[in-house]
T-cell receptor, first 113, second 115 residues
Framework: SAVISQKPSRDICQRGTSLTIQCQVDSQVTMMFWYRQQPGQSLTLIATANQGSEATYESGFVIDKFPISRPNLTFSTLTVSNMSPEDSSIYLC??????????FGPGTRLTVT | AQKVTQAQTEISVVEKEDVTLDCVYETRDTTYYLFWYKQPPSGELVFLIRRNSFDEQNEISGRYSWNFQKSTSSFNFTITASQVVDSAVYFCALSDGYNFNKFYFGSGTKLNVKP
């Protein structure tokens, strides 16, 4: 399995600002994923991030709102831009294991006021 | 289209009771993977099990067991002799048969184990 860390673990932000979430993995991985979990809800995939290429976004998510960087094989960032209270969620990054399961980071709890 | 249904929103049991969490999935793919994850109050998702579509053998790991039945498109999870530490939200997930990177999660079942 992989050890994944995320920063920050939680934050309270004001409407209209942006927050960048970092995800660090202890081993090199080809693909990293970003999920959103709204309060009391299930996980929804935001985008898939490959190193060296543009992220692939799922329906309902756009690059202007959730820009992603993937500068190397162990690191990725997700920015939540121009935040509104509806963006209050847990944001999780994950990596795919060679045996198909995904391992998740501890999540970033975002509250937008 | 891929879909995972966890009809039980919340279950409460008393410690030492057995409990089964239901998971029903929909897919047109012949090759796919099913997963169970545990999300304790701390929020981190913990991987529990992976099962591929060609392996219908049931699996047991300590107090945990899984029953995979393709005929009913179900992948149920049973905890035997539940403990307070089992209290968490449990998610069933299905991976896309063409793009195994894409996971479809069920809505989750919150399990409360009372002492």
């Amino acid at each position: 399995s992989a050890v994944i860390s995320q920063k920050p673990s939680r934050d309270i932000c004001q409407r209209g600002t942006s927050l960048t979430i970092q995800c660090q993995v202890d081993s090199q991985v080809t693909m990293m994923f970003w999920y959103r979990q709204q309060p009391g809800q299930s996980l929804t995939l935001i985008a898939t991030a490959n190193q060296g290429s543009e992220a692939t976004y799922e329906s309902g998510f756009v690059i202007d709102k959730f820009p992603i960087s993937r500068p190397n094989l162990t690191f990725s960032t997700l920015t939540v831009s121009n935040m509104s209270p509806e963006d209050s969620s847990i944001y999780l990054c994950s990596v795919r294991h060679s045996s198909y399961e995904q391992y998740f980071g501890p999540g970033t709890r975002l509250t937008v006021t | 289209a891929q879909k995972v249904t966890q009809a039980q929103t919340e279950i409460s049991v008393v410690e030492k009771e057995d409990v089964t969490l239901d998971c029903v999935y929909e897919t047109r793919d012949t090759t796919y993977y099913l997963f169970w994850y545990k999300q304790p109050p701390s929020g981190e998702l913990v991987f529990l099990i992976r099962r591929n579509s060609f392996d219908e053998q049931n699996e047991i790991s300590g107090r945990y067991s899984w029953n995979f039945q393709k005929s009913t498109s179900s992948f149920n999870f049973t905890i035997t002799a539940s403990q307070v530490v089992d209290s968490a939200v449990y998610f069933c997930a299905l991976s896309d048969g063409y793009n195994f990177n894409k996971f479809y999660f069920g809505s989750g079942t919150k399990l409360n184990v009372k002492p």
